[in-house]
């Protein structure tokens, strides 16, 4: 059957992180698996950061889906994090929102189990992980 892969980037970040860090954070950690944005599904993160404008931007300009989780459904997913974040954690009340969103966004669009395949990055104002479900 060899469908192509379900790839959720998972996103948090800082008040007012612009589209441009976000995206740049986006293009090298991708670039150094060999993949590119064009071959991801979809974007998530935390209902939390669904106001900001940076995400919605990348999301326009990746013309990709972004959907915002709520912090229960992220809250399961804690025990699957390869790190953790305080601040994270006193700002949301969640310790990670980038691969926690990750995780629970790829698993909901393919109904199994995913794995991160990149675990987190950060920049001065983003984090990002990379959630995957073989086809």
Same mark, same amino acid.
């Given at each position: 059957?060899?469908?192509?892969?379900? $790839? /959720? %980037?998972? $996103?948090? +970040?800082?008040?007012? +992180?612009?589209?441009? @860090?976000?995206?740049?954070?986006?293009?090298?950690?991708?670039?150094?698996?060999?993949? #590119?944005?064009?071959?991801?599904?979809?974007?998530?993160? #935390?209902?939390?950061? *669904?106001?900001?404008?940076?995400?919605?931007?990348?999301?326009?300009?990746?013309?990709?889906?972004?959907?915002? $989780?709520?912090?229960? /459904?992220?809250?399961?997913?804690?025990?699957?994090?390869? @790190?953790?974040? %305080?601040?994270?954690?006193? /700002?949301?009340?969640?310790?990670?929102? %980038? @691969?926690? #969103?990750?995780?629970? $966004?790829? @698993?909901?669009?393919?109904?199994?189990?995913?794995?991160?395949?990149?675990?987190?990055?950060?920049?001065? *104002?983003?984090?990002?992980? /990379?959630?995957?479900?073989?086809?």
């Amino acid at each position: 059957m060899n469908e192509r892969p379900i $790839l /959720v %980037a998972g $996103l948090g +970040c800082r008040r007012e +992180c612009s589209r441009d @860090e976000l995206l740049a954070l986006l293009d090298s950690t991708l670039a150094e698996q060999g993949s #590119s944005t064009a071959e991801l599904t979809a974007l998530a993160s #935390s209902a939390h950061k *669904a106001a900001e404008p940076g995400l919605q931007l990348l999301a326009a300009h990746l013309n990709l889906p972004i959907h915002f $989780l709520p912090a229960e /459904v992220l809250a399961g997913y804690h025990g699957r994090l390869t @790190e953790t974040s %305080a601040k994270a954690l006193r /700002v949301t009340g969640m310790p990670g929102i %980038a @691969e926690a #969103s990750a995780l629970a $966004l790829a @698993e909901q669009l393919s109904g199994r189990p995913a794995r991160l395949w990149i675990t987190k990055r950060k920049s001065a *104002a983003a984090t990002l992980a /990379v959630a995957r479900v073989d086809g």
